[in-house]
Structure formats: structure tokens, C-alpha cells
Nanobody
Framework: QVQLVESGGGLVQAGDSLRLSCAAS????????MAWFRQPPGKEREFVAG????????DYADAVRARFTISRDNPKSMMYLQMNSLTPEDTAVYYC???????????????????WGQGTQVTVSA
């Protein structure tokens, strides 16, 4: 079993930056793929960014590719999402997730992930 706790969300203005953190405990995540998903109000959960176990592969949704940066610190069991140039369309609950597989690609569908955090709200005002 693993516990994931997101932090760093909040209310910001368009153009601002935020850095989300995900702390994992209960099981080492050094061989797991980790990812961020988000769920905007009234919409389905969607892929934002993912990173393989050794950071050899990272993937981003087209909507965030030039603005967000995902990273991880395996010794600390942490994952981060640096979000720059935020827009109101980025408003959502952001979730951290892990998939226990030492792989070279990043799955994009939420059903392929094993554990989820409780989410952190990001609200961007115009």
C-alpha cells in the first residue's frame, strides 16, 4: 500500500506560477511511473504530465507542454509539477498517481494507474 499526498495548490491569477508537490509513503516509488492528472469542474479526469521511474521519459498533455514541468526525487519519494503562465483553463483538482511498473513509456489513461492522492485544488482567476 502507498499513500500519496498532494500539496501546493491554491488561488492565483492568470499568468502566475504554482509548484505542486506529491509526497509518497508506505512503499518506495523509485521503480514506479508517476503522473499528474487533473479534473476540471464538470469534466472527466485528464492526463497532465507523467514521468517514468528513472525520468528517462516524460510526457505532457498538449495544453500544458510549453508551460508545465514535471520532475521527481526518488530518494525523497517526491514528485513535482512546476506550473507557469497559468490560465483559467488550468483550474481543476490536480491528482498525483503512481503505476507500479518499471517501464519506458508513460500511460495516458487514468485506469492504468494503481494509487491516487486526494487531490489539490488549483484555481486560476482571469
Amino acid at each position: 500500500q502507498v499513500q500519496l499526498v498532494e500539496s501546493g495548490g491554491g488561488l492565483v491569477q492568470a499568468g502566475d506560477s504554482l509548484r505542486l508537490s506529491c509526497a509518497a509513503s508506505g512503499r518506495a516509488v523509485s521503480i514506479a511511473t508517476m503522473a499528474w492528472f487533473r479534473q476540471p469542474p464538470g469534466k472527466e479526469r485528464e492526463f497532465v504530465a507523467g514521468i517514468t521511474w528513472n525520468a528517462g521519459r516524460v510526457d505532457y498533455a498538449d495544453a500544458v507542454r510549453a508551460r508545465f514541468t514535471i520532475s521527481r526525487d526518488n530518494p525523497k519519494s517526491m514528485m513535482y509539477l512546476q506550473m507557469n503562465s497559468l490560465t483559467p483553463e488550468d483550474t481543476a483538482v490536480y491528482y498525483c498517481t503512481v503505476r507500479w511498473k518499471q517501464e519506458i513509456t508513460v500511460p495516458l489513461h487514468p485506469n492504468e494507474y494503481d494509487y491516487w492522492g486526494q487531490g489539490t485544488q488549483v484555481t486560476v482567476s482571469a
